[in-house]
């Protein structure tokens, strides 16, 4: 003979519920973290540069960027500009995003995808741009060209 345990209450239910209703928001939020932290971007145009990166992304207005002091390098364990520590960011195997210091003390808001190719940008904000991107000549002709224009 079989005996039913008597039905749980309804605020065990709704604790259930509100669990699963947790674990499928932060099942869609690591979803999206994960293509947008793997697919991050630079956008420029007549005022601004914005780096499209996620929790880390953000406008800088082109003033404040010193294009004339921007370079292209390759990242290696000489450089002076190499990511040394994480200080608020997101370090994965081929991804760093956020913000690191860089073996020459200076802070930086990094997206490095490459460590061949990357773009080294100072800023008057006390801090510098450090990513690796497609074509980065064709990117600081297309910056300086903005700034230039604005």
Do not use: C
């Not at 960011?89 to 073996?103: E, I, Q």
């Amino acid at each position: 003979m079989e005996f039913q345990i008597t039905p749980a209450s309804p605020g065990a239910t709704l604790f259930l519920v509100g669990i699963t209703v947790l674990m499928a928001a932060l099942a869609i939020g690591f979803g999206w973290m994960t293509v947008s932290a793997t697919r991050p971007s630079v956008v420029v145009d007549e005022t601004t540069l914005t780096l499209k990166a996620p929790f880390y992304g953000r406008s800088i207005d082109l003033s404040q960027i010193r294009l004339d002091e921007a370079r292209v390098l390759h990242v290696d364990s000489r450089s002076t500009v190499r990511p040394t520590r994480r200080t608020n960011g997101l370090g994965l195997p081929g991804l760093g995003v956020g913000w690191f210091k860089l073996a020459n003390g200076e802070k930086a808001l990094v997206a490095l995808s490459s460590r061949d190719r990357v773009v080294h940008i100072p800023t008057d904000e006390g801090y510098s741009l450090l990513f690796s991107i497609e074509r980065p000549e064709a990117f600081l002709e297309h910056a300086t060209r903005m700034k230039r224009g604005s």
